[in-house]
């Protein structure tokens, strides 16, 4: 019984432990919900690229946890061929969205450029922009 309880406690102590780091990320409550996402890229960013597309759409789904990035690549996008969807740790500090794999394993940078209550743009590297839109 004592080993039980001990497992118990182990268990809880780890979920309070996560949990606590998890509560100290900044996920503003008005970017929750499904975001429909337009990636583009100016063509002069990729000189001697041709028959390329340089456009892309998909969904951004933010909940609490998460985010779940959806691309519906195709053939001839410069962003990805197939559609594809990737989960990740997301938070805001400042004007930056942080993607992480997990609390110490970093993803993808974002610069927020712009934010409204229906609309936020974003920049990736120098020359990659995605829009959301509700």
Known sequence: MKRLAFILMLAVAAGCNSTSEEKSLNRPTEWHGEWNAEWETPPESYPGVEDMEF???GKFAFTQDSLTKTVNGYPGCIFAIDTLAHSQIWHVSGDTLYLMNGVESPGMTYVITSKTDDR???QLMEDIYVTLSK
Do not use: G, H
């Open 120 to 122: 936020i743009r974003l």
């Open 55 to 57: 456009y892309m759409t």
